[in-house]
């Protein structure tokens, strides 16, 4: 089994910043990918950014260029540094890893991020 934890989010201002962070844990083979997707009221959870094995990024459009996503493979985590936030930034943040043979999600319990105006 793989565990997640996630750390960071919060409370910030339009144009503030903030980083959230995950550490996975356990059983871990062969991680693919790590990345965060995001889900806000009503909405379907969205990728937000994700970082492959080979270090290759991919970011929303939304996001590019505001987003960075980083991760340390000897320590397992990726963090997400998010700058310039927008009130539409707002929703639930989880750290997604892929990993294995079989390439299993994992995920993890979401932190809240939220972006007043």
């Known amino acids: 089994q793989v565990q997640l934890v996630e750390s960071g989010g919060g409370l910030v201002q339009a144009g503030g910043s903030l980083r959230v962070s995950c550490a996975a844990s356990?059983?871990?083979?062969?991680?693919?990918?790590m990345g965060w997707y995001r889900q806000a009221p009503g909405k379907q959870r969205e990728l937000v950014a994700v970082i492959f094995s080979g270090g290759s990024t991919h970011y929303t459009d939304s996001v590019r260029g505001r987003f960075t996503i980083s991760r340390d493979n000897a320590k397992n985590t990726v963090d997400l540094q998010m700058n310039s936030l927008k009130p539409e930034d707002t929703a639930v943040y989880y750290c997604?890893?892929?990993?294995?043979?079989?390439?299993?999600?994992?995920w993890g319990q979401g932190t809240q991020v939220t972006v007043s105006s």
């Open positions: 997604n890893v892929v990993a294995g043979i079989s390439r299993q999600n994992y």
């Open positions: 356990g059983s871990i083979f062969s991680i693919h990918a």
